[in-house]
Every structure is written in C-alpha cells, then in structure tokens.
C-alpha cells in the first residue's frame, strides 16, 4: 500500500507519556521511519518494532493505523498505532497487545 507522502519519512521521537526522554533515547534516538511501500519501523527504550501501515480517514481526517511486531529486551511484544500530521509533527499513540499504551509526539528528521 502506498502511503500518503505526509507521513513517509524519518521522525524523531520527542516525548511519550508513559517513558522520558532518557528512556525513549536509551539505546539509540527513539525514531519511528515510514516508508511508501506501508512498512515503517520505530524504536525506543529497549523496544523494536515492525510496523504495517495503512492510510485510514477517522471523523474526517486522514491518519496513519498501523499493526507491529517485535522486541522489547528480547521478549516477543506486538501492538497496534495510529498517528496525525500536522506540518513537521506527529502525534499519535502506542498500544502494546495486552500492556501499556503511550502517546507520543515527533518531528521530522
């Protein structure tokens, strides 16, 4: 599926409700990437996933839903997404299947 150009790209994750920054940046620059092919991927903390991403329209505006899969300190986690563009910021939320759930916000790379 391809993916409206307002979300294709590399963001830089700036804040999340349930960790901070010395969390989200533990590893690496906590980042989520899209690409226009539908995949994406994001990591923060210890946390690694695979995203499958689709342009939805929710109450008359666009967004980005996506399904992941991957690793938080090398046990299996999977969730869902979704997330808005307002110019250069992103903003959504995180859901781990069965866990935690956190906003988020982010500027383009």
């Known amino acids: 599926m391809r993916m409206t150009t307002a979300y ?17 940046d533990e ?3 906590g980042h989520f990437t899209i690409r226009k092919d539908g995949t994406g991927s994001f990591q923060f903390g210890l946390v ?13 505006r666009e967004r980005l839903d996506f399904s992941w899969e991957g690793l938080d300190e090398c046990d ?9 563009v307002r110019g250069n910021k992103m903003a959504g939320r ?15 790379k």
């Open 27 to 29: 590893e690496v620059p």
């Open 76 to 84: 299996a986690v999977s969730g869902r997404g979704w997330a808005e």
């Open 48 to 60: 690694q996933g695979e995203m499958d991403c689709c342009n939805e329209k929710t109450n008359g």
């Open 94 to 108: 995180l859901f781990f299947h069965l866990g935690d759930s956190s906003g988020f916000t982010a500027v383009r």
């Open 8 to 24: 294709i790209g590399k963001w830089r994750i700036t804040e999340m409700e349930q960790w901070d920054k010395d969390f989200i």
